[in-house]
């Protein structure tokens, strides 16, 4: 073995402990110098497999000769098959996520339809989780919440369920209580089911059950019930509904027409194709049910770049089909795959029935095949074109801004800070970052502040700059950080960084403050321009270049304020340089007023009403909405309290005893 072009610290141990792995099913983990996981790999024969990375260099691909220069240890977990190890493996990709892993991207969020067949009055609606056991249907997964949205306005016109965004249970049942539908019965999107009488509870099912055949492909079957009930209308003399039924029944026909893909196969299959090109990998699944088309979906692959056909198609199979709900009998793949009989026996334990997995080489399966790899290369064309236009916009606007500024090369790390608060109460900044002209969310942080009274932007901004500077100096050993003073600062930070609702957290190692922008930009004028700039100086960092980003009163001008020149760089109405300033801009702003709403929000829940006993959240709530404040509650009396919805006499004389 060779390991001189590796990471390992130390040679022979390591090739001592490859020695003592064994030889039988199980999985891999490697690991980086720091302790990182870098790829997770599976083998009915450990030793051998592992042992295979270390031969000559020459004989590796590009992408695992980069893994095998970073690998400086390892972990094995050993199972008792093959297929045990194949689910170990797929578990541990999708918990981890290692970088040199083929990747279904976001496979964690894909949307799908969930119908609540369960419930006395279902719903048809848009999920991202899947639970099981929870007698729920669903349907899916589809590639992005577009997608779903389609596929349930064309359900709804058809099969007027509940409205799908627009009928909680709350306003349901709000309905129920008037004894009146909305507009949407009027519009023949909704059977009314809120209004009791007006459509009984197996008419409604049987419309909740036609959408999940629809969805299953069996349209023969949805068209025969309508005309069934079409012809009963009809002979009731209720020729209004005959006529709605009729529509329906042309609109499924038409759909039905443009689904049909075999002639001569009654099946329900997923059909699988891919293209590549450069690294970049796209699969389209193309879903077949009872021998239409129900749905096509593409799906982004990443770290595709040197791996195999089979390699690539096999990770997708895995990844995919761990999360989906349904299984069908047949998958068609436009290539093999590695250890089919394992994986068809996996898929077969899943689904509760026999699954095959096959090539086709002629035939209208065949043509299936090339139909699915038809689409997956147009795909990628238009994703490639978009990257392409993405790529060339950042970096014509990255140069006009190089250009524009004097900066001594493109500034590939921009930091854009703002201010927010409401006359100087809840006051807020925000940090965002972009690099290459994309944003990083994961690197946006937001502060709130502390020693600034009042609204006070120059004073805040001199603030949020010191405070992420000193993280900076710290981070970077420099002399002008006092230890003492960065540590306090970062703890009282943490709980300040974007929680699950908002904008996800990013790493919180100390280096990352230590990556340093190549452009400041700071929402604002001089004042805030100048304040920026003594805060930099104070802490040793004059040398970042900062510019201040002047904007008109309706935000419809973004022009650049330059510390040496009194004059604003005006920017033209049709410069790149303009598109990226007011993107980074508008992000800042986005990202702070949120967070100060949210702050806001929560100050005005914190009211004392809150301390006094027998007003709970719907009494606080219905007095702020009648008396428009604290004050307004205080100056209002005993008998106007007791008149407030939910309120009592009782109630209304402790409130006034207490305030």
């Keep these: 073995m060779d390991l001189s072009y590796t990471a390992i610290a130390d040679p022979a141990a390591f090739e001592e402990r490859l020695k003592r792995v064994p030889e039988s099913p199980g999985v891999y983990l490697w690991k980086g110098d720091k302790g990182q996981l870098l790829y997770v790999g599976k083998s009915k024969r450990l030793r051998d497999r592992m042992r295979s990375y270390f031969g000559a260099p020459r004989g590796l691909n590009a992408k695992t000769r980069r893994l095998v220069q970073r690998i400086a240890d390892f972990e094995i977990l050993v199972t008792q098959s093959e297929l045990e190890a194949l689910l170990l493996e797929m578990?541990?990709?999708?918990?981890?996520?290692?970088?040199?892993?083929?990747?279904?991207?976001?496979d964690k969020s894909y949307p799908y339809i969930k119908v609540t067949v369960q419930d006395e009055w279902p719903r048809v609606i848009y999920t991202r989780t899947v639970v099981k056991d929870d007698g729920a249907r669903y349907f899916g997964p589809y590639a992005s919440p577009g997608s779903v949205y389609k596929a349930l306005d064309t359900l709804n016109k058809l099969f007027a369920f509940r409205p799908t965004f627009n009928c909680s249970e709350s306003w349901f049942m709000e309905h129920r209580r008037k004894g009146r539908p909305c507009t949407y019965h009027q519009m023949n999107r909704c059977l009314g089911p809120c209004v009791p009488g007006l459509v009984g509870k197996e008419q409604y099912r049987a419309a909740i059950e036609s959408v999940c055949s629809f969805l299953e492909g069996k349209t023969d079957q949805i068209v025969r019930n309508i005309r069934g009930q079409m012809e009963q209308a009809a002979e009731d003399l209720n020729f209004e509904r005959a006529a709605y039924l009729r529509d329906r029944i042309a609109a499924i026909q038409k759909i039905s027409e443009r689904q049909q893909v075999l002639k001569t196969v009654d099946e329900d299959q997923d059909v699988i194709a891919f293209a590549r090109e450069e690294g970049s990998a796209v699969i389209q699944v193309l879903f077949v049910r009872a021998g239409k088309?129900?749905?096509?979906?593409?799906?982004?692959?990443?770290?595709?770049?040197?791996?195999?056909?089979?390699?690539?198609?096999?990770?997708?199979?895995?990844?995919?089909?761990?999360?989906?709900?349904?299984?069908?009998?047949?998958?068609?793949?436009?290539?093999?795959?590695?250890?089919?009989?394992?994986i068809s026996s996996w898929l077969t334990n899943k689904a509760g029935h026999k699954v095959e997995i096959a090539v086709p080489r002629r035939g209208e399966k065949k043509q299936l095949v090339e139909l699915a790899a038809q689409n997956a290369r147009q795909k990628l064309g238009e994703l490639r074109e978009q990257?392409?236009?993405?790529?060339?916009?950042?970096?014509?606007?990255?140069?006009?801004?190089?250009?524009?500024?004097?900066?001594?090369?493109?500034?590939?790390?921009?930091?854009?800070?703002?201010?927010?608060?409401?006359?100087?109460?809840?006051?807020?900044?925000?940090?965002?970052?972009?690099?290459?002209?994309?944003?990083?969310?994961?690197?946006?942080r937001r502060f709130k502040i502390k020693t600034v009274e009042g609204a006070n932007d120059v004073a805040s901004i001199h603030e949020v700059i010191t405070r992420r500077f000193k993280r900076a100096a710290a981070a970077l050993g420099a002399d002008s950080a006092n230890p003492a003073d960065v540590a306090d600062d970062v703890e009282g930070e943490a709980a300040e960084r974007p929680g699950p609702d908002d904008t996800p957290p990013g790493p919180s190692a100390p280096d990352k403050w230590g990556q340093l922008p190549d452009l400041l930009l700071i929402d604002g004028g001089r004042g805030q321009l100048n304040a920026a700039l003594?805060?930099?100086?104070?802490?040793?960092?004059?040398?970042?270049?900062?510019?201040?980003?002047?904007?008109?009163?309706?935000?419809?001008?973004?022009?650049?304020?330059?510390?040496?020149?009194?004059?604003?760089?005006?920017?033209?109405?049709?410069?790149?340089?303009?598109?990226?300033?007011?993107?980074?801009?508008?992000e800042a702003h986005r990202f702070a007023i949120t967070y100060h709403r949210k702050l806001r929000g929560k100050a005005v829940f914190n009211s004392p009403?809150?301390?006094?006993?027998?007003?709970?959240?719907?009494?606080?709530?219905?007095?702020?909405?009648?008396?428009?404040?604290?004050?307004?509650?205080?100056?209002?009396?005993?008998?106007?309290l007791a008149a407030v919805p939910g309120m009592t006499r009782k109630a209304a004389e402790e409130l006034k005893g207490m305030l």
């Design 293 to 342: 088309l129900i749905n096509a979906e593409s799906f982004t692959l990443q770290g595709a770049e040197d791996e195999s056909d089979n390699a690539l198609l096999t990770s997708f199979v895995t990844q995919f089909y761990d999360g989906a709900p349904n299984v069908p009998p047949n998958l068609l793949l436009a290539d093999h795959i590695e250890e089919p009989m394992i």
């Design 534 to 586: 003594g805060a930099l100086q104070a802490l040793g960092f004059a040398q970042i270049p900062v510019v201040g980003v002047a904007k008109g009163v309706d935000r419809n001008r973004f022009d650049l304020v330059r510390p040496d020149q009194e004059e604003l760089i005006v920017l033209a109405r049709d410069s790149k340089a303009l598109g990226l300033v007011q993107r980074v801009d508008e």
């Design 609 to 640: 009403l809150q301390d006094i006993p027998g007003i709970g959240p719907r009494r606080k709530k219905a007095l702020l909405q009648a008396f428009g404040s604290l004050d307004g509650i205080r100056r209002a009396s005993v008998e106007e």
């Design 387 to 444: 990257w392409l236009n993405s790529e060339q916009r950042a970096v014509a606007g990255l140069s006009e801004l190089r250009d524009l500024l004097e900066l001594p090369g493109l500034p590939q790390r921009i930091e854009c800070y703002d201010i927010s608060n409401t006359q100087g109460q809840q006051s807020v900044a925000s940090m965002v970052v972009f690099e290459f002209g994309e944003p990083k969310p994961a690197l946006y």
């Design 91 to 106: 578990n541990l990709i999708k918990q981890h996520r290692p970088p040199f892993n083929i990747l279904l991207k976001d």
